[in-house]
């Protein structure tokens, strides 16, 4: 799975991913068998390498060895303008692959990765810095060789060997995702200039050559003599089409294109990076960045809150035409959201406590009351695919899941997978009585109107918040949850306390979300391992240890087909849900964005929604948007 670098955001939403663990497929380029590749000796015809422009887990990638541009974009978009973003929270560093510190959001731009993804292609990537990427026979490996032209900003060219290091300080020092991450990679060696080659510990993990293509490579030379794990708060270099430009930390950063990049005419680069300077404003209140927006401030948002989308842009500006406001459909699992429980407190380690909990939560109440009905329920960690799990296990998930029958409740093998329903009036009888009954049979009980356990310790926890805009979902929460004798509170702290908070684990229950793509993979191990439940700064939030988990998740990285891969993540799918680590959320099947009519933008839609690199200023709109704002309202 291809993982979107938001490490500095509060809240880790790991959507759009693309790649996974099916059968890794190849385009070939023209190479003839038993080719010899500098340095090694040649190999038996029958055991030739194939080498190849772009590799898919999906079949062969779609696009042609000599494809020009990607299909969405318009290769003759125009460059130049400025566009005004927002992002709420806070930044100290521009080093986002490390605990320490927050990062600036926008700031991946200034690396290139090895290959680059196709946003209206499943799983599938083409070359950017790699020329070449090369698959041996026995999938013990995968070989990549730069382009010769590739330079970072300082005019340095990118070497096997600045690979190399990055790969191997982003396992050492990095976040402890990375060493999950590549966990299945025994080495690095540098065979020539241009050259690297990373071999395998197994042939089982077919997405690895997918995985390496993402990472963002960084220039040895420049990191000598600087601390990798500590802030940054010098602007990198890179070889990327930006470069960090005028910043303020904590309040604005300007991301600068670099003109004469060297890879701005590569066929996966055409019609992208159409804008000049990308300047990103930072608000503590996400009120507050809206109401930057109205006021001309800003120019481009998405929408994730569904009172403001129904409510909070009928103004001037928008009724005039100056705005618009587009539901974008897209085509991808939306994953899984909710009130996630850290069970590393005592107060969560009981799965009947969790389940009460999420029994609790009347989301037809919400929907109603609070979301204008825009929203379906999420009853899976792969929501919106066929990835989800759904009925009683059968053929052969059963037979998988089988050998783990004396650990796992009984009811996964014979009752469908369900959440309350309620009748929306906000009086959810029925699920509380459920709730109280199962807190019941966890060792809890009613005393003067209090929940208490066998010492008389009452139930208390705390939803812990980085922005008030969720207090309107998690209060009425609290009151469901009062009328069990649970004394739960809300708090909201800023996003940099907020982000150290959950690398820490310090935290009772906070909104989670989990991005998932059409062929899920090595992340799992970093979601629900016992392994990545220890290490500070992890992405298992609720702290999921189950020796049945790990080996599923093990299973699932090592699926050699998309057939075995969906037995593999239904039956995860599953036991994921019996745990009840989450009280589920919610899922929109599109992308709300709203902008000020100062933009171009390709004709054809994109499977993802939004791509909005894609976009570009068109100056006859910009002239006439920027002197409305002016004049104002």
Known sequence: MRVRWVFG????????????????????TQVTPGQVVPGRAPAAAAEAPTRTYGISLLGAPSLPPDFKHFPYVNPDAPKGGEVALSSIGTFDSFNPFIVRGTSAADVFRVWDTLTMANADEAETEYGLLAKVIELPADHMGVAFELRPEAKFHDG?????????WTFDTLREKGRPFFRQYY?????????????????FKSDANRELPLILGQMPVMPKHWWAGRDFDKPLTDPPLGSGPYRVGKF??????????????????????????????????YFRDGTVALEAFKAGQIDFREENVAKEWATAYDFPAQQKGLVKKE??????PTGMQGFGMNTRRPAFQDVRVRHALAMAFDFEWANANLFYGSYTRTNSYFSNSDLASSGIPEGAELTLLDKYHSQLPPDLFTKPFQLPVTDGSGTNREQLRAALALLEQAGWKVKDRKLVDANGNPFTFE????????????LPYVQWLSRLGIEARVRTVDPAQFQRLIDTYDFDMIVVSYGESESPGNEQAGYWTCDSAKAEGGYNLMGVCSPVIDDLVHNLIATPDHAHLMVATHALDRVLLAGWYVVPHWYLQSVRVAYWDRFGRPDKPVRTGLAFDSWWVDPVKAAAIDAARRNGP
Not at 9 to 28: E, K
Not at 159 to 164: G, I, P, Q, S
């Open 9 to 28: 955001t509060a809240i880790w939403l790991l959507a759009g991913m693309v790649t996974g663990n099916a059968q890794t497929q190849v385009a070939p």
């Open 156 to 164: 340095t060219p990118v070497t096997a060997e600045d690979v190399a």
């Open 183 to 199: 966990a299945d990679v025994a080495s690095v060696t540098v065979e020539g200039p241009l050259r690297v080659v990373f071999r």
């Open 248 to 281: 303020e930390f904590g309040r604005t950063l300007a991301m600068e294109r670099v003109p004469d990049s060297w890879q701005k005419d590569l066929p996966v680069m055409r019609g992208l990076n159409n804008f000049d300077i990308r300047r990103t404003e």
């Open 327 to 332: 539901l974008l459909n897209h085509h991808l």
């Open 463 to 474: 939803i812990l918040l980085d922005q008030p805009t969720f207090e309107r979902v998690s």
